[in-house]
């Protein structure tokens, strides 16, 4: 449904809004990743893990990667990525380790009960996606995944670095 335009009460005059044009892509997004992110937490909650410490655990299983590195991948700051270190050392599912390569940097190492964990928590994360795209036709579901691959490689694949945006003084 779309609205053209709706009268409000401005000042004590009546306005316009703006008339959309467009899909709102922000929000189909924002609401689709949200919803999802919420169903992926209490899945993974069941087994005692975090989305975080679940992208920590199976990007570490991959490849012999530094604390840095693992955030970059995970798209958490250093705070974040300390804490949910700090929690995944305390569950004693991994822990912080010197590299073999740079001897200023920490790699974080998989215990073997991490790794049993991971597979774990890899099936669930699978479980979770599956059930979102199975409630797509099958023309529909690999049609979104084409476009939405499109978009992740070309015009979506850099976020534009912008100030975050000020609040008035009241």
Do not use: Y
Request: proline residues 4%; charged residues 25%; aromatic residues 2%.
């Amino acid at each position: 449904m779309w609205i053209i335009c709706d009268e409000t009460i401005v000042g004590g005059m009546t306005a316009l809004a703006p008339t959309r044009n467009e899909p709102d892509l922000s929000f189909l997004l924002d609401r689709t990743s949200h919803v999802l992110r919420t169903q992926m937490a209490a899945a993974l909650a069941d087994i005692g893990l975090t989305a975080r410490m679940h992208c920590v655990l199976v990007h570490a299983l991959e490849a012999e990667r530094t604390q840095a590195q693992l955030a970059e991948l995970g798209d958490m700051d250093k705070t974040t990525m300390v804490v949910t270190v700090d929690a995944l050392e305390k569950a004693g599912l991994a822990e912080r380790k010197p590299s073999s390569t740079d001897r200023r940097a920490r790699i974080i190492s998989v215990t073997p009960a991490g790794a049993k964990l991971a597979a774990r928590s890899a099936e669930i994360v699978d479980g979770v996606h599956r059930d979102a795209l199975g409630s797509l036709p099958k023309a529909e579901r690999e049609s979104l995944l084409r476009a939405l691959n499109h978009l992740v490689d070309g015009h979506l694949a850099t976020a534009v670095e912008a100030a975050p945006a000020r609040r008035a003084r009241q």
